[in-house]
């Protein structure tokens, strides 16, 4: 083999490897997670405080007619 054969066959073999690498795909997939995952909490806390200060105002005039 000449030394052009050679050296076009290791490039082709780079590119193949970088197109068919998933090394984006996983980063891309971990970052919707993550962003799934902060928006799952961020409704939570917002559910969560919003019946935390009902509660805590309940208690505050239940206490305040003592």
């Known amino acids: 083999m000449s030394t052009f054969m050679i050296s076009t066959l290791a490039f082709i073999a780079g ?5 068919t690498s998933e090394k984006g795909a ?19 806390v917002g559910l969560f405080g919003g019946a935390l200060n009902t509660w805590f105002t309940t208690l505050s005039t ?3 007619k003592w």
């Not at 970052?31 to 799934?36: A, D, I, K, M, T």
């Open 15 to 19: 590119i193949k490897d970088k197109l």
């Open 26 to 44: 996983t980063a891309t997939e971990y970052s919707l997670l993550v962003g799934l995952i902060a928006l799952v909490i961020v409704g939570g």
């Open 62 to 64: 239940t206490v305040a």
